[in-house]
């Protein structure tokens, strides 16, 4: 007979091991869950908080008080280029950095504010050459300002570049370039760089910014679909009488993804441009009030600035423009539309004698 009291428990220890491998295999990855659940919440309140657009700081306290930390004058020019300054530098020192160029998360998983970027730098470079090509040249054959014709090309750096060099390492020179104008502008009694407020160069500048403006108009209002002429049509043959000349027509839209990065670029350009505005009606006073253009650029600022508005919805909606849903899209472009038209009608102004 068997001995059943004298059995080995052999199975019974071979069970044991592996409920005990099993159970540690569970705590591993209960774990590894739990870490990335807290790396993913952590990420989504890092991102939240680097998402956050910066706020509209006032123009003409900072350029005093920067002025009066570096002990400079407050000469013609001084504003606009100490505004340009902290416009840029606000791109570097804002809450994250410079987003655009990351390569890690929470900055690779956003891309309203690197759209939102692109927007301030958009007017950076239109600015920086401005004022190479026109505000610090008394004609077309004076020379050029040394340390402009650096500034320049450095805004002008492919703003996805990430090392060798960086996006942040090029800004960071052009805004050193910046500086130096500034202390030859008003360091000295006679100084060494020029700043001229001319209503002409005011003017030209104001072309590239109507240009810029009327895109994005375009571009936010085909969120929703729209029809579009083309305007090369080309009459080989003579329109018969009584029929109207036939032109090509072609729908145009925004891809569905694509419609919160044209959102942010524009608040983006509605933020630089409403703060550089604000430092030429400083600098351009004089012209300004000789061609009763003041008014003009006020209303242009508080379009811009009403487009800085809060945006309270978790997510940019796209919703007919009647429909049901808000459209924010289409509420941009009418704050766009409407200070590009105020633009044209400055620019009218400046070129009446």
Same mark, same amino acid.
């Given at each position: 007979?068997?001995?059943?009291?004298?059995?080995?428990?052999?199975?019974?220890?071979?069970?044991?091991?592996s409920?005990?491998?099993?159970?540690?295999?569970?705590? $591993?990855?209960?774990?590894?869950?739990?870490?990335?659940?807290?790396?993913?919440?952590?990420?989504?309140?890092?991102?939240?908080?680097?998402?956050?657009?910066?706020?509209?700081?006032?123009?003409?306290?900072?350029?005093?008080?920067?002025?009066?930390?570096?002990?400079?004058?407050?000469?013609?020019?001084?504003?606009?280029?100490?505004?340009?300054?902290?416009? +840029?530098s606000?791109?570097?020192?804002?809450?994250?950095?410079?987003?655009?160029?990351?390569?890690?998360?929470?900055?690779?998983?956003?891309?309203?504010?690197?759209?939102?970027?692109?927007?301030?730098?958009?007017?950076?470079?239109?600015?920086?050459?401005?004022?190479?090509?026109?505000?610090?040249?008394?004609?077309?054959?004076?020379?050029? *300002?040394?340390?402009?014709?650096?500034?320049?090309? /450095?805004?002008?750096?492919?703003?996805?570049?990430? $090392?060798?060099?960086?996006?942040?390492?090029?800004?960071?020179?052009?805004?050193?370039?910046? *500086?130096?104008?500034?202390?030859?502008?008003?360091?000295s009694?006679?100084?060494?760089?020029?700043?001229y407020? /001319?209503?002409?160069n005011? =003017?030209?500048?104001?072309? *590239?910014?109507?240009?810029?403006?009327?895109?994005?108009?375009?571009?936010?209002?085909?969120?929703?679909?729209?029809?579009?002429?083309?305007?090369?049509?080309?009459?080989?043959?003579?329109?018969?009488?009584?029929?109207?000349?036939?032109?090509?027509?072609?729908?145009?839209?925004?891809?569905?993804?694509?419609?919160?990065?044209?959102?942010?670029?524009?608040?983006?350009?509605?933020?630089?441009?409403?703060?550089?505005?604000?430092?030429?009606?400083?600098?351009?006073?004089?012209v300004? $009030?000789?061609?009763n253009?003041?008014?003009?650029?006020?209303?242009?600022i /508080?379009?811009?600035? +009403?487009?800085?508005?809060?945006?309270?919805?978790?997510?940019?909606?796209?919703?007919?423009?009647?429909?049901?849903?808000? =459209?924010?899209?289409?509420v941009?472009? =009418?704050?766009?539309? /409407?200070?590009?038209?105020?633009?044209?009608d400055?620019?009218?102004?400046?070129?009446?004698?």
């Amino acid at each position: 007979m068997l001995d059943w009291k004298n059995r080995t428990e052999e199975p019974k220890v071979g069970l044991d091991e592996s409920t005990k491998h099993g159970g540690k295999a569970r705590w $591993a990855l209960r774990s590894l869950a739990t870490l990335l659940g807290v790396y993913l919440i952590l990420a989504f309140a890092i991102g939240w908080y680097w998402s956050r657009e910066p706020d509209l700081f006032p123009v003409q306290q900072h350029a005093k008080a920067a002025a009066e930390q570096a002990q400079r004058k407050l000469v013609t020019g001084y504003t606009t280029v100490e505004t340009l300054k902290q416009v +840029s530098s606000t791109l570097l020192d804002k809450p994250g950095g410079y987003l655009a160029n990351d390569l890690a998360p929470p900055g690779l998983w956003l891309d309203d504010m690197p759209s939102w970027e692109y927007g301030v730098l958009v007017q950076v470079r239109d600015l920086s050459r401005a004022l190479r090509k026109d505000f610090a040249r008394s004609q077309s054959q004076s020379t050029e *300002d040394f340390d402009l014709a650096k500034a320049e090309p /450095r805004f002008n750096f492919d703003n996805k570049s990430w $090392a060798l060099p960086s996006a942040e390492s090029e800004y960071a020179e052009g805004i050193k370039s910046l *500086d130096r104008y500034l202390a030859r502008l008003s360091g000295s009694a006679q100084p060494q760089a020029q700043f001229y407020a /001319r209503a002409d160069n005011l =003017n030209n500048w104001l072309g *590239d910014v109507a240009t810029r403006l009327g895109s994005l108009s375009q571009r936010l209002s085909a969120s929703v679909g729209r029809v579009r002429l083309d305007s090369e049509t080309k009459i080989d043959e003579p329109v018969p009488e009584g029929q109207a000349v036939p032109v090509r027509e072609e729908m145009v839209q925004t891809p569905w993804l694509q419609i919160d990065n044209v959102f942010y670029e524009a608040r983006g350009q509605a933020w630089a441009l409403s703060h550089i505005l604000r430092a030429i009606e400083v600098d351009f006073a004089d012209v300004l $009030a000789k061609k009763n253009a003041t008014i003009s650029v006020r209303q242009i600022i /508080r379009e811009l600035e +009403s487009a800085q508005d809060p945006l309270w919805s978790p997510m940019v909606l796209n919703g007919s423009g009647y429909g049901v849903l808000a =459209n924010h899209s289409l509420v941009m472009a =009418n704050y766009i539309s /409407r200070a590009n038209a105020a633009i044209i009608d400055l620019r009218t102004l400046l070129s009446q004698g």
